[in-house]
Each structure stands twice: as C-alpha cells, then as structure tokens.
C-alpha cells in the first residue's frame, strides 16, 4: 500500500513503484530509491488517488491536538459572504480580491471559523502581524504563535512574516490545514513562492487588493494558492461601504531650467532607443535596456539620462507650490503626502513642519506619529510609499500623490488610505504631475487600469 509521508518541503510516496500518476506530477529520487513531489502537490496527489479508488495510507500532516472557538459572530456583508461561499465552493482553495478597507481580513477570520483546525497566516510585516493577532482574538478562543520578528512559535493558529516562513518553510510545511496569505501578490516572488511550494497546507485563501505583477509571476498563483475565485473593484464600494471619492489631477509646469535639463535628457534617451529599433510595447523592453546597461556604455548612460529626466518630471518645484494651494484649500483635513523621493519628504517635512514617515523611521517613532494622527493633534504626515501596505492607517480624507510609479497597485493602496466612511465626506485624492512629460501618460495608464 502507497504511504504518503512528508519531508523537508515534499511528499514521498513509499510503496509506490510507477504507474498510477500522470507525468510531471512526481519525479523520481535516487538517494531515497522512491518517488517524491513538492509539498504544495499533497492536494493533488490526495484527490487523484481518491478518484481513483486507490487505498493509502497518509502521514503527511501533523496537525497534532488543537482547539479553536468561534466567540462571537462574524457579521459578514453581503459581497463577504460571496467572497467566502465561493471561496468554500472551489474547494477552500483560491483569491480573493477586494479594495483597501472593504474587510477581506474579516473574510479570511470567516474561513477559520469554518474550518477551525490549525492555520498559517503568512503576512508581509511585523506591523500587520499585531493587526492579525488582535482581529483573531476578537473572534476566536485559540492559541496564537508567532514566527517573525525573533520568535518561533508554532500554534493553533500562527502567525508569520514572509521572510521568516521563507527561511523555516520546511518546518512550517507540514503543521497546517489552512494557509492564508495576506498581500498575496507577495507570494509569486522568486524566493517567496517557496513558502507556498514546500507547504503541504491543502486548503488555501490569498488577500489581495491587487493580484497582477508587471512579471506576469502572479499567473502563478493559480497552482500556489488556487485561482481568483472572487473579485469587486473599489468604484463598486464608492458611496456605500466606502467613501465617495474624486480623483484631481493637477499639472505643474516645468521652469525654463528644468525644461531644457529635461530634454536634454530625454534626448538623449530617445536618441539611443531610436538607434536600437526599441518599441515599448511593454515591461520589457524597458528591462532588455537595463541588462544591456551592464555591458554596453551607451545604453547605460541612456539609463542613467532617463533616470535624471525621471527624477526632474518627480520633483518639479512647481509641485512644492501646487502643495502649498492643496494644504490651504484643505486646512483642517486630514492629509496623506505620497512621494517616491525621500529628499522631497525631508523637504516638505522641513518647509511644513510636517512629520515624515520613512523606511528609516523607528517603530517607536512611526506607532507615535500614527498615534497623533489618529486621535487628530496630526493633521498631515508625510510618507515615501512605506504606508502603502501594513500599516493600519486612520480616517484620512485626503491623499497627494506628488510621485509615483505606473502601477495599479501603488495607485489602488494609495487610494484606500482615504476611503473609509466618514460620515458622508467625500474623500480626494490629488496627483499632482508636470505637464509635457512621460508623468502624464504614467498618471493616466495607472487610473485607467485602477479605475477602469
């Protein structure tokens, strides 16, 4: 009789001698004189021989003695309790995508409550693990681990940062029934998807406002955590579970010193891509430029030309004044500033006496300032993108983006950091961008793809 036993990551079939599986499914191990597969392949392999009606015996999962309770009801909306049954529906297997701020963590607490057997959440930062921790506790009596942040905790229900179940992926692989993965489109990564392939978990659940990659790995998710089972976009909520919202964009002009070191630039750049037959037609075509930077001078000082072009268009002064009108308009409000250089933040943090929020900003500083604004003595902070992603933010209303990058991502969480209900306030997102650069059309691509 086949016996599936778990090891390091995969799944050895012992007893089994070929014959059975379709191709590709497992590969033969000389060291062991067997047959093995990834973990991720436990579902799979499973399923098929039950199909087939084949007896075995399966030793993979060591869930040992665990209890969790529901405490108290999840009161789930009317589009959560879609995202949940067609999750169920698909085999608790799959994505599911929702804005910023409509409650995909209450989702995911839902499929706990159903499943109740021990769960990994896989989270990108230490920050949003706390989050998890208090949003379980409100609904469940279990025991809670930790794996991050220097502990190692293995429980009922455990909580993990992307680095640190990548480093013990081996270990977590086999102690889980369910995995849910928080920020899913993390997961695809060159050394991430090892969590999810050496993870023998057969019920799986990815969170994400944003699924899509410019590398095109996130078609991955399909066999790492399963497909999109479930999807709304944010102009769907607008006006009901979040705020109305009006995107502005405001164009500043470049001065006649930028102007002419702009095109200089550009130029330059235009020049050397016109020389190669380059057509954009996508990523990567901009990418083939950037390996053939390491080893042709031209096209290096073409990048390097782009990049000045890119950081004069990014940090315009006229963007400083354009600033300046949008804090008048809106005094009072609460503000988020968004911009991709951290000189501009310490700037803007300088000349407004307003607090910055950086990757180099301590913990202790961050969870202060926060503080501050949440109870309202802040009124504006300024961050370059680390309030993107995991961090819980309070009821801003408006949001500035002075720089950013094409992606709907970026665009989409930028955008949810104002959209919680307030009371019938209308939330405002401002991009401010300089006119007759390749801003415009980045500003343009990024709200289409977002907002359709």
Sequence with gaps: MIELVYDRGTVLLKGYNGGIFPPGMLRYDHRVNGYRCLAYKYYSIVKYLKHRGIKFRDYVLDLGYCTIRRIRDFNLRGYQREALSSWLKNGCRGVIVLPTGTGKTRVALAAIGEILKPTLVVVPTIELMEQWRRAILRYFKASIGFYGGGRKEIKCITIATYDSAYINAEILGNRFMLAIFDEVHHLPSPGYRQIAELLAAPLRMGLT???????????????????????????????????????????????????MLYEEYMGKFRKYVESRGIKFKSIEDFR????????????????????????????????????????????????????DNNEIVRRISREFLIPEITHKTSDKERRMVMEAFRRGALKTIVTSRVLEEGIDVPDASVAVILSGTGSRREFIQRLGRILRPKGGKRAVLYEVVTSKTKEVSTARRRKKEALG
Excluded: C, M
């Design 209 to 259: 406002a944003t699924p899509e990659r410019e590398d095109q790995a996130h078609l991955d998710l399909n066999y790492l955590v399963g497909p999109i089972v479930y999807r709304r976009k944010v102009v769907e909520f607008s006006g009901k579970y979040l705020a109305d919202f009006d995107v502005v964009t405001v164009r500043v002009k470049l001065s006649d010193v930028e102007r």
């Design 288 to 339: 083939k430029i950037i390996l053939e930077s390491g080893l042709d001078v031209e096209a290096r000082e073409a990048l390097l030309a782009w990049h000045e072009a890119r950081k004069i268009a990014f940090n315009a002064e006229g963007k400083i004044e354009a600033l300046r009108e949008i804090l008048s308009k809106h005094r009072g409000d609460k503000i988020i500033i968004f911009t």
